[in-house]
């Protein structure tokens, strides 16, 4: 390839990605994550960017704790997986199964070790309910490790550690995703706890 050509299969936007997304056979290449995520996003990851991004099959399974799933921009694009998932790099992204265990171990409540170690900022979402969906349709999906944040933007002296995988989905839209039951999903006999 010569310097300024550009390269068809690379969306310039998301709103083409998104276009391309309904088709597996046109997916193509995902958007550069560099030129869709502001300085928000680029923040959130450990390093400031994702360790990779996967192409998220229809009937892909996610989950968080949010207030609402919807947002003034669409869909919520922050995400956990519901199932245990290998990633190309070998690293193992724990399910919501694994992280109820890692909970229980330290004896922490569910949605507290979520906020502690996705690093979600107190004013940011006040996470009062543990919501499950199912992709409609492919999308891509930005995975990494959730970078340290402040636990109170009032307070600059603590700050939540991170260091849990989050996958981040720009773009999504309410028809692009189903509501699921987490209840199959959860640890056989062990405590579910919100606080």
């Known amino acids: 390839m010569t310097t300024g050509t550009k390269d068809p299969s690379v969306p310039k936007t998301l709103d083409e990605a998104r276009r391309r997304s309904y088709n597996p ?62 990633l190309a790099t070998g690293s193992a992204v724990p399910g919501i199964q694994e992280l109820q265990m890692r909970a229980g171990r330290l004896g922490a409540a569910n949605r507290d070790f979520a906020r502690m170690r996705l690093a979600v900022t107190e004013q940011w979402n006040k996470m009062t309910e543990l919501v499950a969906i199912a992709l409609q349709k492919g999308a891509w999906g930005y995975v990494g490790k959730a970078a340290g944040q402040l636990k109170d933007q009032n307070d600059p002296k603590v700050f939540f550690i991170g260091g849990e995988y989050q996958v981040w989905i720009p773009g999504l839209i309410a028809n692009d995703i189903r509501r699921i039951s987490i209840l199959p999903f959860l640890q056989p006999n062990t405590p579910f706890r919100k606080t």
Not at 29 to 38: H, L, R, S, Y
Not at 48 to 57: D, Q, S
């Open 25 to 86: 056979a046109e997916m193509g290449t995902p958007p550069d994550f560099n030129a869709i995520a502001d300085q928000s996003v680029k923040s959130a990851f450990l390093n400031g960017h994702p360790e990779t991004v996967l192409w998220l099959t229809p009937g892909t399974r996610l989950f968080k704790w949010t207030k609402s799933v919807a947002t003034r921009h669409g869909i919520s694009p922050w995400w956990q997986f519901v199932d245990s998932t290998r």
